[in-house]
C-alpha cells in the first residue's frame, strides 16, 4: 500500500494518493506500525496540501530511528508549499532534505532533489546562473537516471545562454531520446 500511495503520487493524483493513505493509516494504528504510520502521513499531507501533518510523520519516523529515504519523503512538503506558490518554502525543504544526503549517505533520490530545486528556483525569478540545473543533470546521468536527466537538460537549454554549452546539452538530450524512446515527449 505504502508503494501503491507513492506510485499515485508520482502520478500526481492526490485523490487515489488519499484514499490509499487513508487505508494504510487506519491499518497502522490497528496494527502498531508507527514506520507505514508515518511515511503514510507524508504521502496523505502531500495529496491534501498540508506541511504540518508532514513534519509530524518525518518528526515521528526520526523519533524511532527511521532514516530511510528521508531526503525524499522530507522534498513532500516542499512540493506541497510549492504547488501552494510558496517558492521560497519550497527551496527550504528542499535544502534541508539536500543538507541530508551525506550525512544518510542516502543517494538515491539526489539527481531529483536538485532539478526539483532548479525548477523552483528558475520559477522564483532566479538569474540563470542561479538555477544550477547542470547539477541535476550530473548526478542523473552519474546515477543511470535518464528521465530525470532529460528533463534537467530540458530546464538547461531554456535558460542556458553560452552557446557552446547549450549545443552539448542539446546533444546530450538527442542521445538520450535516440537510446531511450519514451523520452521522445520531451
Do not use: N
Not at 506558490?85 to 527551496?91: C, F, H, I, N, V
Not at 535558460?159 to 515527449?185: C, N
Request: glycine share 6%.
Amino acid at each position: 500500500m505504502l508503494y501503491l500511495g507513492l506510485f499515485e503520487l508520482g502520478r500526481d493524483d492526490a485523490t487515489a494518493a488519499q484514499a490509499v493513505c487513508d487505508e494504510l493509516i487506519e491499518l497502522a494504528h490497528r496494527y502498531g506500525l508507527p514506520a507505514f504510520l508515518g511515511y503514510a502521513q507524508i504521502i496523505r499531507s502531500w495529496a491534501v496540501g498540508d506541511t504540518a501533518h508532514a513534519d509530524a510523520g518525518i518528526q515521528a519516523l526520526w523519533s524511532i530511528g527511521c532514516r530511510y529515504c528521508q531526503t525524499y519523503y522530507r522534498a513532500f512538503a516542499g512540493h506541497t508549499l510549492a504547488r501552494a506558490g510558496d517558492l521560497a518554502g519550497a527551496l527550504a525543504r528542499l535544502d534541508d532534505s539536500l543538507s541530508l544526503v551525506e550525512p544518510l549517505a542516502e543517494r538515491l533520490h539526489e539527481s531529483e532533489l536538485y532539478w526539483h530545486k532548479a525548477r523552483y528556483l528558475r520559477a522564483s525569478g532566479a538569474e540563470a546562473s542561479q538555477v544550477r540545473a547542470a547539477a541535476a543533470a550530473d548526478s542523473a546521468r552519474a546515477g543511470g537516471k535518464c528521465r530525470t536527466e532529460a528533463l534537467a537538460l530540458m530546464l538547461l537549454t531554456d535558460i542556458e545562454l553560452d552557446e557552446a554549452l547549450l549545443a552539448r546539452y542539446r546533444h546530450r538530450l538527442h542521445i538520450l531520446k535516440t537510446q531511450r524512446p519514451e523520452l521522445s515527449f520531451f
